[in-house]
């Protein structure tokens, strides 16, 4: 029952990876700006002075998580949507380890759920464990 719910729940996590990239590549891409003010320590904003696609510049305040990078003058990378009139930070690659994590979830769990299923219908496991151990000590055997 364990390694079903970690079965779902990696298919989530590699959904929800999968889902934050593809609204990464619906953008019209980044554009410079340049830091006009900061909030005070506690709200962590920044007043961002951007030329977006269509040539309009804007100024407008998002919140970040990067206390140490930003500071009054300067320059950011701005992620824009044109489309939903949207704009944010780009705080970097945030799909990346989401994407790893739920496939390794999925794999390591639908190979559990799969082990199961063999052992509940009486498979003995005494020949591939043998040549699991065979192929184990070949690739440790590189290592010496």
Known sequence: MASLMLLVCG???LWLGVSLAADVNRSAGLVPGRVVATGVRMTL????QYTGPDGVTRTETFEHHMPRKIHQGSRVQIRVWPDE????LDEGDKHTDVIVMGSALT???AGAL???LLWHHGVR???SRARFHLWWCWLVSFWR
Not at 45 to 48: S, Y
Not at 85 to 88: D, G, K, L, M, V
């Open 125 to 127: 496991m005494e020949k």
């Open 114 to 116: 799969v082990l199961l």
């Open 85 to 88: 009139r949207r704009a944010e």
């Open 11 to 13: 298919l989530a996590v």
């Open 45 to 48: 904003t920044a007043d961002v």
């Open 107 to 109: 794999v390591l769990s």
